[in-house]
């Protein structure tokens, strides 16, 4: 018997084992035997023959052992924990399975025309309908299975459809469908109704696959999701919902294929596909591109989608099909009465400028051009600023793209709008800024450079426009000029007033002057020599714009350039001063002579503003190139060596001109005190010989430079010193007059000691030098500075000024720089509360020593200096703390100190001069309270919140009781405070969200405030003409105004609060009386006429009608007069604001 006979018979039931073999032999690759070259070899008949006994052997097969009996054994298993064993009937059933699916494969490639495959379309139909039932452990079998499906279908045989949607489902819900797999099979998708089970499954699975980056990236992913355009009309629906509701969360990478994806599908449908595609989906996104607000984040991605179509405009048909849309909705729009739709749909009008239908003759043609030209100046005439603006960027845009078909007298005049006109637009800074950023797009076309070059010039005086936006448009566009060669910037703006702007403007637009200028005062494909000379020459042109200009050098060249500018400056000084030197060829005190002969003419050290200027200069590129010299040893070193030996012969030379000292001083700051010790070794003397009262100028930059060399500890000293022997000479002369004195040889100076201790904690590199120095050190000044406080309460308990006026402000600006600088080292070391203690050691000596003089002046006991330097201190120490709570330094226990402080000083007698102070610490402690979220604190946090609330409804106390025993000076406490409430109610707004209870406190004690000063205000009414509704915030009691003017110039959501609490008040029934109903009318009769919270006023004016209700029958004949005009008037207020 021949193999291949052999073969058939083994399909057969009763011969599995010899089945199994042959399919052994044709997986193992070391055995001759193939499968497919055995098939080949075989006779139609016996192809047939074949066929029908693999259907029976698998039919026999699965009745052998029931599909229903595969995956109950697994269950069984599976329930009882225990390890899955496959029984030996269904594992032969498996390998049945297994090896007609292998034949069948081999079978499909030899079907020939005319050969009759039922049987085997049965058995693949058979296998089709067995998937859902195998076992989930024979995935291998599932894809041989696939494997055969996908076969028949590219062999294209009879009954393909339901074999290729099975793998299209399989495929479709995988996690990452394969969409390679799914084009294969994308044919079968046309064969399943939208609106069967199936087809509903397979619509939900593909919607996902628009939301799908990967897929909408890929051009196989393309490729399909554009063909699902052409599945169902419905769907195409459901394509574009889902597209619109998730188009915002798409990137902008990601639009941009999305817009591909539609432009595939228009392009490929046809009939009512087409139809479809264009009404409801690319009509609609024009509509959405005209009539979304500007501020909807789906408008950019909208607009994406549509200039991806205004691109494709060279496209066949897609011109037609644009001026066929936009026909019925674009022209309406431009014509709108809102703004917005009228800006959205300019831009659209010029992104898709020509709109025109080719079908049209010459003549029609030309007509809708001229009719769109003249929409166009219609546009830039228009009355909103924000359409005349996109007017300006569309019309820029169709002059840039379409300047040849446009005529010549047409585009002047747009142009002259432009330049003359719109770009002088005084209403709007955005319309004149849109001009310069536009006139950029229009040189993009070579063509337009002629014209432009004489129009330009007009706009030269735009560099100095009042709006920083618009001087950096200006900038930017004389960029391009220069990019572009359009013509020569310094005809549009000269050099005088390019300069005169760099000196005095923004960084911003400095940066960018800087950038136009760099190649001419900067010119790096030339030598350092003409670098050199160019920087002189900016000099003497500006000197202050040269300072600004070599600060942003380093912008825009690489700092190796920057180092050489510097060397050949030093060369250039050497060159001045070796000039000015007698000529003497053995003077051996001379700089380094070296010779610049270029600028020997132009150059002399008795120009020393010019020295000063280069010098400056010297120091201002060091310092921008600085991190880079740190990087490169080498570089440093040279750098350092070259200046440290011309430095002291240049202190030398200079020593008279002060502006050329400063400069050194800077110079040697930069420099390692060991390369210039004869330098740095005279630095302290020198500031020990300043004068008090010198300016900061004459001192910061020695400062600085003991700073930099580490020696901030002498500086410390010295000031220590100074304050230990001052205060010693003022208890020495107030102890005895007649003490033998010792001559000294240096005077203590302890305001410049004061003075540099203020200059090093503004700097912020100095006071990380001074917080870096041993803790010893800083002790010591602590104590010095704490040391002053007894003459401090001296000056303070003196009733007559002290003959010593300046130990007095001595005295304070000790107390001050003790606090800052106990902040500052509390904040270098969080975790020490020594600093802590003593701050709070401070409060408590205002407390006792400083508050007892915080009372009304009185003749011979309390003088009025007293009392002012006593509130000097409070207000100092206020400030003090609150600094350390907004640095967040301080914890639980020195927050409670902070506030008893407060409270005690808000109970003395005029505590009420330090609500400012105390408002602001308030709101820096609601701030921290925000932001302690440590488990364990939240009832510490409480506490803090309760205490919060209640200093503020003493502080209203105070106010109102202030402003009823003293108007005017009342007046001023309330004025002082307004800065200080506005923030502590936004603040107070903020802890809605966290302490909810903290805002209701505060916002219930200013409606309280305001209720019961407006009705104590009625109450005292005695005359019908004394009563009348207010019409602003003046017209209200004192302290009632004065929170009034606050909550209407505070951020919305503040003002909302107090009318939260005002009805919550009057759905609680709280408010019984009538005069509080008429205050509360009152309150709203002053917020109406500002035209905002129309909603909440509303909202309270239907609860005053309903308690004023209750009123209405008590209001009878015996009522007095008053109350019933009172309630007459409530009611007309509440009319008013129900049914304006």
């Given at each position: 018997?021949?193999?291949?006979?052999?073969?058939?018979?083994?399909?057969?039931?009763?011969?599995?084992?010899?089945?199994?073999?042959?399919?052994?032999?044709?997986?193992?690759?070391?055995?001759?035997?193939?499968?497919?070259?055995?098939?080949?070899?075989?006779?139609?008949?016996?192809?047939?023959?074949?066929?029908?006994?693999?259907?029976?052997?698998?039919?026999?097969?699965?009745?052998?052992?029931?599909?229903?009996?595969?995956?109950?054994?697994d269950v069984d298993q599976n329930e009882q924990g225990m390890e899955l064993e496959v029984p030996l009937e269904l594992k032969q059933t498996m390998q049945v399975i297994q090896g007609v699916t292998e034949v069948a494969t081999a079978c499909v490639d030899t079907i020939e025309e005319g050969d009759t495959y039922t049987s085997l379309l049965d058995c693949?139909?058979?296998?089709?309908?067995?998937?859902?039932?195998?076992?989930?452990?024979?995935?291998?079998?599932?894809?041989?299975?696939?494997?055969?499906?996908?076969?028949?279908?590219?062999?294209?045989?009879?009954?393909?459809?339901?074999?290729?949607?099975?793998?299209?489902?399989?495929?479709?819900?995988?996690?990452?469908?394969?969409?390679?797999?799914?084009?294969?099979?994308?044919?079968?998708?046309?064969?399943?109704?939208?609106?069967?089970?199936?087809?509903?499954?397979?619509?939900?699975?593909?919607?996902?696959?628009?939301?799908?980056?990967?897929?909408?990236?890929?051009?196989?992913?393309?490729?399909?999701?554009?063909?699902?355009?052409?599945?169902?009309?419905?769907?195409?629906?459901?394509?574009?919902?889902?597209?619109?509701?998730?188009?915002?969360?798409?990137?902008?990478?990601?639009?941009?294929?999305?817009?591909?994806?539609?432009?595939?599908?228009?392009?490929?449908?046809?009939?009512?596909?087409?139809?479809?595609?264009?009404?409801?989906?690319?009509?609609?996104?024009?509509?959405?591109?005209?009539?979304?607000?500007?501020?909807?984040?789906?408008?950019?991605?909208?607009?994406?989608?549509?200039?991806?179509?205004?691109?494709?405009?060279?496209?066949?048909?897609?011109?037609?099909?644009?001026?066929?849309?936009?026909?019925?909705?674009?022209?309406?729009?431009?014509?709108?009465?809102?703004?917005?739709?009228?800006?959205?749909?300019?831009?659209?009008?010029?992104?898709?400028?020509?709109?025109?239908?080719?079908?049209?003759?010459?003549?029609?043609?030309?007509?809708?051009?001229?009719?769109?030209?003249?929409?166009?100046?219609?546009?830039?005439?228009?009355?909103?600023?924000?359409?005349?603006?996109?007017?300006?960027?569309?019309?820029?845009?169709?002059?840039?793209?379409?300047?040849?078909?446009?005529?010549?007298?047409?585009?002047?005049?747009?142009?002259?709008?432009?330049?003359?006109?719109?770009?002088?637009?005084?209403?709007?800074?955005?319309?004149?800024?849109?001009?310069?950023?536009?006139?950029?797009?229009?040189?993009?076309?070579?063509?337009?450079?002629?014209?432009?070059?004489?129009?330009?010039?007009?706009?030269?005086?735009?560099?100095?426009?009042?709006?920083?936006?618009?001087?950096?448009?200006?900038?930017?566009?004389?960029?391009?000029?220069?990019?572009?060669?359009?013509?020569?910037?310094?005809?549009?703006?000269?050099?005088?007033?390019?300069?005169?702007?760099?000196?005095?403007?923004?960084?911003?637009?400095?940066?960018?002057?800087?950038?136009?200028?760099?190649?001419?005062?900067?010119?790096?494909?030339?030598?350092?020599?003409?670098?050199?000379?160019?920087?002189?020459?900016?000099?003497?042109?500006?000197?202050?714009?040269?300072?600004?200009?070599?600060?942003?050098?380093?912008?825009?060249?690489?700092?190796?350039?920057?180092?050489?500018?510097?060397?050949?400056?030093?060369?250039?000084?050497?060159?001045?001063?070796?000039?000015?030197?007698?000529?003497?060829?053995?003077?051996?005190?001379?700089?380094?002579?070296?010779?610049?002969?270029?600028?020997?003419?132009?150059?002399?050290?008795?120009?020393?503003?010019?020295?000063?200027?280069?010098?400056?200069?010297?120091?201002?590129?060091?310092?921008?190139?600085?991190?880079?010299?740190?990087?490169?040893?080498?570089?440093?070193?040279?750098?350092?060596?070259?200046?440290?030996?011309?430095?002291?012969?240049?202190?030398?030379?200079?020593?008279?001109?002060?502006?050329?000292?400063?400069?050194?001083?800077?110079?040697?700051?930069?420099?390692?005190?060991?390369?210039?010790?004869?330098?740095?070794?005279?630095?302290?003397?020198?500031?020990?010989?300043?004068?008090?009262?010198?300016?900061?100028?004459?001192?910061?930059?020695?400062?600085?430079?003991?700073?930099?060399?580490?020696?901030?500890?002498?500086?410390?000293?010295?000031?220590?010193?100074?304050?230990?022997?001052?205060?010693?000479?003022?208890?020495?002369?107030?102890?005895?007059?007649?003490?033998?004195?010792?001559?000294?040889?240096?005077?203590?100076?302890?305001?410049?000691?004061?003075?540099?201790?203020?200059?090093?904690?503004?700097?912020?590199?100095?006071?990380?030098?001074?917080?870096?120095?041993?803790?010893?050190?800083?002790k010591q000044l602590l104590k010095a500075l704490s040391s002053w406080k007894s003459e401090l309460y001296s000056c303070v308990s003196a009733f007559e000024p002290p003959a010593r006026a300046r130990t007095t402000e001595t005295a304070m600006k000790a107390f001050s720089l003790h606090s800052r600088l106990l902040v500052h080292i509390q904040s270098k070391?969080?975790?020490?509360?020594?600093?802590?203690?003593?701050?709070?050691?401070?409060?408590?000596?205002?407390?006792?020593?400083?508050?007892?003089?915080?009372?009304?002046?009185?003749?011979?006991?309390?003088?009025?200096?007293?009392?002012?330097?006593?509130?000097?201190?409070?207000?100092?120490?206020?400030?003090?703390?609150?600094?350390?709570?907004?640095?967040?330094?301080?914890?639980?226990?020195?927050?409670?100190?902070?506030?008893?402080?407060?409270?005690?000083?808000?109970?003395?007698?005029?505590?009420?001069?330090?609500?400012?102070?105390?408002?602001?610490?308030?709101?820096?402690?609601?701030?921290?309270?925000?932001?302690?979220?440590?488990?364990?604190?939240?009832?510490?946090?409480?506490?803090?919140?309760?205490?919060?609330?209640?200093?503020?409804?003493?502080?209203?106390?105070?106010?109102?009781?202030?402003?009823?025993?003293?108007?005017?000076?009342?007046?001023?406490?309330?004025?002082?405070?307004?800065?200080?409430?506005?923030?502590?109610?936004?603040?107070?707004?903020?802890?809605?969200?966290?302490?909810?209870?903290?805002?209701?406190?505060?916002?219930?004690?200013?409606?309280?405030?305001?209720?019961?000063?407006?009705?104590?205000?009625?109450?005292?009414?005695?005359?019908?003409?004394?009563?009348?509704?207010?019409?602003?915030?003046?017209?209200?009691?004192?302290?009632?105004?004065?929170?009034?003017?606050?909550?209407?110039?505070?951020?919305?959501?503040?003002?909302?609060?107090?009318?939260?609490?005002?009805?919550?008040?009057?759905?609680?029934?709280?408010?019984?009386?009538?005069?509080?109903?008429?205050?509360?009318?009152?309150?709203?009769?002053?917020?109406?006429?500002?035209?905002?919270?129309?909603?909440?006023?509303?909202?309270?004016?239907?609860?005053?009608?309903?308690?004023?209700?209750?009123?209405?029958?008590?209001?009878?004949?015996?009522?007095?007069?008053?109350?019933?005009?009172?309630?007459?008037?409530?009611?007309?207020?509440?009319?008013?604001?129900?049914?304006?």
């Open positions: 018997m021949s193999k291949r006979e052999a073969f058939i018979n083994s399909v057969s039931i009763s011969k599995t084992e010899d089945f199994f073999t042959f399919i052994t032999l044709h997986k193992d690759a070391s055995e001759p035997f193939d499968l497919r070259e055995l098939l080949q070899e075989l006779q139609k008949a016996q192809r047939q023959a074949l066929w029908k006994k693999l259907a029976k052997l698998l039919q026999d097969a699965v009745v052998a052992c029931p599909a229903e009996r595969w995956n109950a054994t693949a139909n058979m296998l089709n309908d067995l998937l859902s039932f195998l076992p989930q452990s024979e995935a291998a079998l599932e894809k041989s299975i696939h494997e055969l499906f996908g076969c028949w279908w590219i062999k294209g045989l009879h009954g393909k459809e339901e074999l290729g949607l099975t793998v299209f489902l399989t495929c479709l819900r995988k996690p990452v469908p394969d969409m390679k797999r799914l084009w294969v099979f994308h044919e079968a998708l046309l064969g399943v109704p939208l609106d069967s089970e199936l087809g509903q499954e397979l619509a939900n699975q593909l919607l996902l696959c628009f939301l799908n980056a990967n897929h909408i990236r890929r051009d196989e992913g393309k490729r399909f999701l554009v063909f699902l355009f052409s599945w169902d009309l419905v769907f195409i629906r459901m394509i574009h919902k889902t597209v619109k509701n998730q188009l915002q969360f798409f990137r902008k990478a990601e639009i941009e294929h999305l817009a591909e994806i539609y432009f595939r599908a228009w392009k490929k449908a046809s009939g009512t596909f087409l139809e479809e595609i264009e009404s409801n989906c690319i009509q609609e996104f024009m509509q959405h591109g005209i009539q979304l607000h500007r501020n909807s984040p789906v408008l950019p991605k909208v607009r994406q989608i549509l200039s991806y179509f205004h691109k494709q405009k060279f496209r066949q048909g897609l011109d037609e099909m644009l001026h066929r849309l936009y026909r019925p909705i674009l022209w309406r729009a431009l014509k709108a009465a809102n703004g917005e739709v009228r800006a959205n749909a300019t831009l659209l009008f010029t992104e898709a400028f020509p709109l025109k239908d080719p079908s049209m003759d010459v003549a029609a043609t030309d007509e809708s051009l001229q009719r769109q030209l003249d929409t166009l100046f219609y546009l830039l005439d228009d009355q909103q600023p924000l359409v005349r603006s996109t007017a300006v960027l569309g019309t820029c845009t169709v002059l840039s793209k379409c300047w040849e078909f446009i005529p010549s007298d047409i585009i002047g005049d747009l142009l002259k709008k432009m330049v003359q006109q719109l770009a002088y637009d005084a209403s709007s800074p955005d319309v004149r800024c849109s001009v310069f950023m536009c006139v950029s797009i229009v040189l993009d076309n070579n063509l337009t450079h002629a014209v432009l070059e004489n129009l330009l010039p007009l706009l030269r005086t735009s560099l100095h426009d009042t709006s920083e936006k618009v001087r950096v448009a200006f900038v930017d566009m004389l960029i391009k000029i220069k990019a572009v060669r359009a013509t020569k910037f310094w005809k549009v703006s000269s050099m005088e007033h390019l300069l005169s702007r760099l000196e005095r403007d923004s960084p911003s637009v400095s940066k960018r002057i800087v950038n136009l200028l760099f190649s001419s005062f900067f010119p790096v494909n030339q030598s350092e020599l003409v670098w050199c000379e160019r920087c002189v020459t900016l000099i003497q042109m500006n000197p202050k714009a040269a300072r600004k200009f070599y600060q942003y050098a380093h912008l825009y060249t690489a700092p190796n350039n920057l180092g050489k500018l510097m060397l050949v400056i030093r060369k250039c000084l050497n060159s001045c001063i070796s000039k000015a030197k007698d000529q003497d060829p053995d003077d051996t005190t001379s700089a380094n002579k070296e010779n610049v002969s270029e600028l020997e003419d132009v150059l002399s050290v008795k120009d020393t503003d010019t020295m000063a200027r280069l010098l400056e200069i010297v120091v201002i590129l060091w310092r921008s190139i600085q991190k880079s010299l740190q990087r490169n040893k080498d570089i440093m070193d040279y750098l350092v060596a070259k200046f440290a030996t011309v430095l002291p012969e240049y202190l030398r030379f200079f020593q008279d001109d002060h502006a050329c000292t400063a400069a050194l001083l800077c110079m040697a700051s930069l420099l390692p005190a060991a390369s210039v010790p004869s330098f740095s070794c005279g630095v302290l003397p020198r500031l020990r010989k300043l004068e008090v009262g010198s300016s900061v100028s004459h001192y910061s930059q020695i400062l600085d430079c003991l700073c930099s060399w580490g020696q901030a500890s002498h500086i410390l000293e010295l000031i220590s010193d100074w304050l230990t022997e001052a205060l010693a000479k003022t208890a020495a002369k107030d102890d005895s007059a007649r003490r033998v004195r010792i001559q000294e040889t240096m005077e203590a100076k302890p305001d410049l000691g004061l003075d540099f201790l203020d200059y090093l904690l503004n700097s912020p590199p100095s006071r990380e030098a001074v917080l870096n120095v041993a803790l010893g050190k800083l070391s969080p975790e020490d509360r020594d600093c802590l203690q003593d701050l709070e050691l401070s409060a408590a000596w205002v407390t006792e020593r400083i508050l007892p003089f915080l009372v009304a002046p009185a003749e011979d006991v309390i003088s009025t200096q007293q009392v002012k330097l006593a509130q000097r201190v409070v207000e100092t120490c206020l400030t003090v703390l609150r600094d350390v709570i907004i640095v967040g330094q301080g914890d639980m226990e020195f927050t409670s100190q902070v506030l008893d402080l407060c409270s005690v000083v808000l109970l003395s007698e005029r505590g009420y001069l330090c609500i400012p102070a105390i408002l602001s610490v308030l709101a820096s402690l609601g701030k921290d309270c925000m932001s302690q979220g440590a488990p364990g604190q939240e009832e510490q946090v409480a506490v803090v919140i309760g205490v919060l609330t209640n200093i503020f409804h003493k502080i209203l106390e105070v106010m109102a009781l202030k402003l009823r025993k003293d108007r005017e000076e009342g007046t001023q406490v309330c004025l002082s405070s307004r800065t200080a409430l506005m923030d502590f109610l936004s603040v107070a707004q903020e802890l809605a969200g966290v302490h909810p209870e903290g805002h209701d406190g505060v916002f219930s004690s200013l409606f309280a405030a305001i209720v019961v000063e407006i009705s104590h205000a009625l109450h005292k009414v005695s005359h019908v003409e004394q009563l009348s509704t207010p019409e602003t915030a003046e017209d209200l009691p004192p302290l009632s105004s004065h929170i009034l003017q606050i909550l209407l110039k505070c951020p919305p959501a503040v003002t909302r609060s107090l009318f939260a609490m005002t009805q919550q008040s009057l759905d609680a029934d709280e408010i019984d009386s009538l005069a509080g109903l008429a205050a509360v009318t009152h309150l709203l009769a002053v917020v109406k006429p500002t035209g905002h919270f129309r909603a909440d006023l509303k909202s309270i004016a239907v609860s005053v009608q309903r308690q004023m209700e209750r009123h209405c029958a008590g209001t009878g004949e015996s009522e007095e007069e008053i109350q019933k005009l009172l309630y007459r008037s409530s009611v007309q207020t509440v009319n008013e604001i129900l049914m304006p």
